[in-house]
């Protein structure tokens, strides 16, 4: 037996190794290329779950702002007439007439109850569907949610508005001043809106056809909110949009329709008549006021005195 091996020529030795290398070869390539086939298969899979979660996360969260935010008009038979009104009401606060006097608001903005049903709502759909939001997505859809969060202050700017003991509004007026601030404010802010909704649109479709399976290490939601991305997201609502800019001026729309409700006229007070008002009004904030102003006055005196100058009336001053 030993002997029938040794005669085998040399040729056939070296013809049997290589068979033998070459089917070794070949399992160490199968096995690596279905081990990598079986990685590329499941990560086709897990995007193409993420891909349908994303989209029917995305569809549902757009679908229900279209339909909260549908439109409404003014309905009344005289609608040109009010639409007027509306419009001047606009400029004389400093505030945007977006469809340059074509009045139209969402039918969220019609009553603080239905507001605040709409923005509860909103937030639910965005801690539901969190884990499958594209990370640009989720960031415009919490800028929004900080956005209409600003209308929820409303009815507190309201209570701060100080009114003379046993004038205090009702709450039937206290209902119709935020009701009515939130309908002027929803149509300002109209135009607004609807260019948030159009980049909405424009990143749930960016976010399917560009799949970006990768996702950020840190939350927004990280640190009860207070990061740098919540920042961003803040600055951008309190530098760039209506009700962050203009809030000197909606402050003073609220003032003058809690004033006109009760039938105060402070415009035509002089500055003892309301000093006297605020001192009723509110013992401790004409306290805060006086205080500030005493404190001014001995720094502006102080300085006077070091640059050996004089103060006189304003009156004088020509």
């Not at 897990?46 to 935010?69: C, P, T, W, Y």
């Not at 009344?76 to 977006?98: A, F, Q, V």
């Not at 508005?161 to 709450?171: F, M």
């Not at 009004?281 to 001995?298: C, G, L, T, V, Y």
Request: with cysteine; net charge neutral.
């Amino acid at each position: 037996m030993d002997n029938m091996f040794l005669n085998i020529p040399e040729f056939v030795w070296t013809n049997i190794t290589t068979v033998i290398s070459t089917l070794i070869c070949g399992l160490i390539v199968a096995f690596f290329t279905s081990t990598f086939l079986k990685k590329k298969e499941e990560r086709t899979r897990i995007a193409g779950v993420i891909v349908e979660k994303r989209m029917n996360s995305e569809q549902d969260v757009l679908h229900f702002l279209e339909k909260e935010l549908f439109k409404e008009e003014i309905k009344i038979k005289n609608s040109s007439k009010y639409d007027t009104e509306i419009s001047n009401l606009l400029k004389i606060y400093g505030l945007p007439d977006p469809h340059d006097g074509h009045i139209q608001y969402s039918r969220i903005f019609l009553s603080q109850d239905k507001f605040g049903t709409f923005f509860h709502q909103f937030e639910d759909k965005i801690m539901t569907h969190k884990l499958w939001l594209d990370t640009k997505v989720k960031t415009h859809l919490i800028f929004m949610q900080l956005y209409f969060g600003v209308f929820n202050i409303i009815p507190l700017m309201v209570k701060r508005i100080p009114l003379p003991k046993g004038q205090e509004l009702t709450d039937e007026e206290f209902k119709a001043v935020s009701d009515k601030v939130l309908l002027i404010l929803g149509i300002s802010c109209d135009g607004e809106i609807n260019d948030f909704m159009s980049e909405l649109n424009e990143l749930i479709v960016d976010s399917v056809y560009k799949l970006e399976l990768k996702r950020p290490r840190k939350s927004m939601l990280r640190n009860n909110m207070y990061n740098v991305d919540m920042k961003k997201c803040l600055k951008r609502v309190y530098t760039k949009t209506i009700v962050g800019v203009g809030q000197e001026n909606i402050f003073k729309l609220v003032m003058d329709t809690v004033y006109q409700v009760k039938g105060v006229e402070v415009t035509e007070m002089n500055h003892e008549e309301y000093e006297e008002f605020l001192k009723k009004s509110d013992p401790q904030i004409n306290k805060e006021i006086q205080e500030a102003f005493q404190s001014f006055r001995n720094e502006v005196e102080k300085a006077v005195r070091e640059s050996s100058g004089t103060i006189g009336n304003k009156k004088d001053i020509d």
